[in-house]
Each structure stands twice: as C-alpha cells, then as structure tokens.
C-alpha cells in the first residue's frame, strides 16, 4: 500500500484525563460530552464549542450524542429525565449560540 498523500499530525488543546468521558469524532471535530457539558474542538485543534446544553423549563438535561454540519453548525441530542423521559435536537450556530430545538419523542 502507498501512501499518497502525507500524514497529518494535529496538536489539540483537548486534555485527556482518567475517569474522563472518551471523545468522539464528527467530520473532523474532535469532542468531549459530560453529561450535559459539551467541548467542541475544530480539525485544527482549536476550540470552537464550549456549552452547558440547557432545556427551558427544565431539568436534569444531559446531552446524547452530537452531529457537527459541513457549515459548522451543530445538532446535540438530548435527553431529559421527566416522567416519561423525553427528548429533543437541540441546534447551535457556528458561534455556539442556541438555534432552535426540536422534540425527538419520549
């Protein structure tokens, strides 16, 4: 096998640390996901989403999975622990600032 183009090596701010979530990858992002703390870093290693996801009106909301757009734009799965536990998309611009959500079902 050839390798035709070089390999990339990429420093990130990202610390690694026990007892830590694993990160995941998204078209080159790199994440982090703690309950309802997401950490966003960019191909370059750069942050570029830091949140707390908040639901209005409610509580114990943790987030689920992440999508990041070839814009840059974000879809965070979340789930809150109501009675039945429900859920929702919760849509985030480049910047980080809230974009609207929408109900995924309980």
Do not use: W
């Amino acid at each position: 096998m050839v390798q035709i183009q070089p390999a990339r090596t990429v420093t990130s701010q990202a610390q690694r640390v026990g007892n830590q979530p694993i990160p995941g990858f998204q078209n080159g992002y790199l994440y982090l996901i703690d309950h309802a703390a997401v950490c966003v870093y960019s191909p370059e290693g750069f942050p570029v989403l830091t949140i707390v996801v908040q639901i209005p009106n409610e509580d114990n909301v943790g987030a689920e999975g992440l999508a990041v757009d070839s814009d840059g734009t974000f879809a965070i799965g979340v789930a809150y622990r109501t009675s039945p536990q429900v859920g929702r998309i919760a849509f985030y611009d480049k910047y980080g600032q809230p974009d609207g959500f929408v109900a995924s079902g309980s």
